[in-house]
């Protein structure tokens, strides 16, 4: 890595980023994250927080306006990263993909919204309704806070129990669920918050 240039783009988060302190302090890298990292960054480093999505043009100022002469990335599955990649090959820099790490054998992982929402067990809907929506401190700060999202967290667990994936509901939990529903209703419906 040391090899590839002066000015490297590190982008790999500000989690993984302690990991290119020791074999990049020599140099002078543009380091981009979302929030201000833990750890002390060299002095020398020059540090950018800010939240994608990125477009071309805003990567190439970037890129061009601090001398960047190579590009680090992380592999991140998602579109964010093209823009970047995609200046840095018209721009003619090496990049650097760093592999994802290997998930932990006893996580479970799944590929896609359906299989996500199989995965997701009773006691799962069970613990948020009763924690989020029943229990009274918890609903109490949301009714005031945020009526909307406490009303969408009794939507989607209703959604859950109808569509069957959430499989053996509780009655009381529902009944329970329905009684926050309804008052939470009449409030809005009153115009105001509760």
Known sequence: MTS??????????????????????RHTPLVRVVDVPDIALPARW???????????????SL???HGVDALVTKDSGGS????KIQVAGE?????VVVRRRASPVDVPTVSDPADAA???HDWMYERLAREYVLD???QDFMRQANPWALRGIVERLHEAAERGLWASPDPDVLAAMQSVYLSLEGDLEDGGTP
Request: cysteine-free; charged content about 20%; overall charge negative.
């Open 4 to 25: 590839l240039g002066e000015r490297p783009f590190p982008t790999v988060g500000r989690q993984d980023l302690g990991t290119f302190t020791g074999p990049l302090s």
């Open 46 to 60: 020059t540090l950018v927080t800010s939240r994608g999505p990125y477009h071309p043009d805003d990567e190439r």
């Open 63 to 65: 890129m061009t306006g």
């Open 80 to 83: 964010y990263t093209w823009p």
């Open 91 to 95: 721009l003619g820099l090496p990049v």
């Open 118 to 120: 199989a995965w997701v």
């Open 136 to 138: 009274e401190k918890n």
